[in-house]
């Protein structure tokens, strides 16, 4: 008969090797009963947090739950807003002519297992955006997900967020570095993410949006973002 180690490490749930890593520390101690419930206590006050939190938010607020925190994000530079609207111009031009799905820009509000995002940007396809309706406030994990990072975001954004969008399986990740133009490409192999692309030239293909394919430098040049659009 498997031991209790052996039993929860093979529960689908444990997906990376960091949490099996944890789960077995835990388990090699004996008060591993007391650790357990203590995380379950916290958490229970974390999810009365988050009920009040979707009671307390506004759609003029920029906010995030995150492991328990409300982050609220301060007005974003010139560069950052850029790269977001070229970005997005470009995916909703491109998955809007060829009916694939939905793209959401910096309010819509992503609802994963415990924590709650604003992106920049994501997409959803058809498949899972025909349902959503006019009203809908709370999102789904989308396939793909664009965050533009600043340098209070950062380490979120390769951080927390990073583990929470390959744990929840968002097939396709973009960071971008507005300040140094650069793009750093994910994409979801098996349960982890694998680094594609980081360059601030080149062309960029999506995993996740069927044949979209730009010029990196369109997403922080006019000229360029013009010029792919005319591609499509």
Same mark, same amino acid.
């Given at each position: 008969?498997?031991?209790?180690?052996?039993?929860?490490?093979?529960?689908?749930?444990?997906? &990376?090797?960091?949490? +099996?890593?944890?789960?077995?520390?835990?388990?090699?101690?004996?008060?591993?009963?007391?650790?357990?419930?203590?995380?379950?206590?916290?958490?229970?006050?974390?999810?009365?947090?988050?009920?009040?939190?979707?009671?307390? $938010?506004?759609?003029?607020? +920029?906010?995030?739950?995150?492991?328990?925190?409300?982050?609220?994000?301060?007005?974003?530079?010139?560069?950052?807003?850029?790269? %977001?609207?070229?970005?997005?111009?470009?995916?909703? $031009?491109?998955?809007?002519?060829?009916?694939?799905?939905?793209?959401?820009?910096?309010?819509?509000?992503?609802?994963?297992?415990?924590?709650?995002?604003?992106?920049? $940007?994501?997409?959803?396809?058809?498949?899972?955006? $025909?349902?959503?309706?006019?009203?809908?406030?709370?999102?789904?994990?989308?396939?793909?997900?664009?965050?533009?990072?600043?340098?209070? &975001?950062?380490?979120?954004? +390769?951080?927390? +967020?990073?583990?929470?969008?390959?744990?929840?399986?968002?097939?396709?990740?973009?960071?971008?570095?507005?300040?140094?133009? %650069?793009?750093?490409?994910?994409?979801?192999?098996?349960?982890?993410?694998?680094?594609?692309?980081?360059?601030?030239?080149? %062309?960029? %293909?999506?995993?996740?949006?069927?044949?979209?394919?730009?010029?990196?430098?369109?997403?922080?040049?006019?000229?360029?973002?013009?010029?792919?659009?005319?591609?499509?």
């Amino acid at each position: 008969m498997l031991n209790l180690e052996t039993q929860l490490l093979e529960r689908p749930i444990l997906k &990376t090797e960091m949490g +099996k890593r944890i789960v077995s520390d835990i388990l090699n101690e004996p008060d591993a009963y007391f650790v357990v419930q203590a995380v379950i206590d916290v958490l229970n006050e974390e999810r009365e947090r988050r009920a009040k939190f979707y009671n307390d $938010i506004t759609e003029e607020d +920029k906010i995030e739950f995150i492991n328990g925190e409300i982050i609220v994000h301060s007005p974003v530079k010139m560069s950052h807003n850029a790269a %977001t609207g070229l970005l997005y111009r470009l995916l909703s $031009i491109y998955v809007g002519k060829n009916q694939l799905g939905f793209v959401g820009v910096e309010k819509i509000m992503i609802k994963l297992t415990r924590n709650d995002y604003e992106p920049d $940007i994501c997409f959803f396809c058809k498949e899972k955006s $025909i349902d959503f309706g006019k009203d809908q406030t709370l999102f789904p994990a989308p396939d793909f997900v664009v965050e533009i990072v600043s340098p209070s &975001t950062e380490r979120r954004d +390769k951080g927390v +967020k990073f583990k929470d969008y390959q744990a929840h399986s968002v097939e396709e990740y973009w960071i971008i570095d507005p300040e140094h133009e %650069t793009l750093e490409q994910y994409h979801l192999n098996g349960e982890e993410y694998e680094l594609i692309l980081k360059s601030g030239d080149g %062309t960029v %293909t999506s995993f996740a949006i069927p044949g979209f394919q730009i010029p990196v430098r369109a997403i922080f040049d006019e000229a360029e973002n013009l010029k792919a659009i005319q591609q499509f």
